[in-house]
Nanobody
């Protein structure tokens, strides 16, 4: 059993900041990439940021310079620091991990349940 649990969402005013956290737990052997996706009402889910096991990261153009992804490898946790938030950042944010379980040979994708981020005055 593997779980990805997100936290840190909420309501914030434009220009404000939030920090999302996602911890992967369970029978995990190894984690490759971890990332954050978001889905706004009526839109498709999109990649926000991702970070590899080696620490390489990539970002959606819309969040470059404002969001920072980081990872604590000892805690199987990924973070998303979001600054200078805009109303268009409003969405459900989902954590994603490409991981291998103790009882399997291959890697597969896992998703968290999502956390709501609302940017509004």
């Amino acid at each position: 059993q593997v779980q990805l649990v997100e936290s840190g969402g909420g309501l914030v005013q434009p220009g404000g900041s939030l920090r999302l956290s996602c911890e992967a737990s369970g029978s995990i052997f190894s984690i490759k990439a971890m990332g954050w996706y978001r889905q706004a009402p009526g839109k498709e889910r999109e990649l926000v940021a991702a970070i590899t096991s080696g620490g390489d990261s990539n970002y959606a153009d819309s969040v470059k310079g404002r969001f920072t992804i980081s990872r604590d490898y000892t805690k199987n946790t990924v973070y998303l620091q979001m600054n200078s938030l805009k109303p268009e950042d409003t969405a459900v944010y989902y954590c994603n991990a490409d991981l291998r379980r103790l009882t399997t040979l291959g890697y597969r994708n896992y998703w968290g349940q999502g956390t709501q981020v609302t940017v509004s005055s």
